[in-house]
């Protein structure tokens, strides 16, 4: 199995809100209610929001046999945004392909994140540690989750 990835198209915003959507209501369902997931990740997403975040980040498509199986995007100043991985390619190195790509395609001397509960476990494997846990909010329901961050390793004794 080949995880290809590659720069995010436009045409491909609708098949990535899907799959943020399946994700969130699959993978994060056993630590969070049906009402934090609901509002986490609604049925009526805004395409056009979306579309507008992909272009001002760096964002990347995971592929494997032709088919969408996860997706990134970072800023500039190291902040990932989203790091999603399809419920069905969840253990096969997805996210970790998306998030190495997105952390070596910008100079920043570290990289934060707001992670759910659920992905704790995966960032602090890549070395993210918590610097606090946050409460988000989203359409008046509260979500915990944590503000991490990973310090950008310079190396010296490359020749």
């Not at 199995?1 to 915003?13: A, H, L, N």
């Not at 096969?92 to 759910?116: H, I, P, Q, R, W």
């Not at 008046?140 to 944590?146: R, S, W």
Request: one cysteine or more; glycine letters at 8%.
């Amino acid at each position: 199995m080949e995880i290809i990835i590659r720069k995010y198209k436009p045409s491909d915003c609708r098949r990535l809100m899907e799959l943020f959507y399946d994700t969130v209501h699959s993978v994060n369902a056993g630590d969070y209610t049906a009402e934090q997931l609901d509002a986490w990740a609604p049925k009526n997403m805004d395409g056009e929001q979306w579309k507008l975040s992909f272009r001002e980040h760096i964002t990347a498509v995971a592929e494997i046999n032709g088919r969408i199986a996860g997706f990134g995007d970072i800023d500039e100043a190291g902040c990932l945004d989203r790091l999603f991985t399809g419920s069905e390619y969840q253990g096969m190195g997805v996210g970790s392909a998306v998030c190495g790509y997105l952390e070596s395609s910008v100079n920043a001397d570290k990289y934060t994140a707001f992670v759910s509960v659920t992905a704790r476990t995966f960032f602090e494997n890549r070395g993210y540690t918590v610097v606090r846990e946050n409460t988000a909010v989203r359409s008046g329901v509260a979500l915990k989750n944590f503000l991490m961050e990973k310090r950008r390793i310079y190396r010296t004794d490359v020749y």
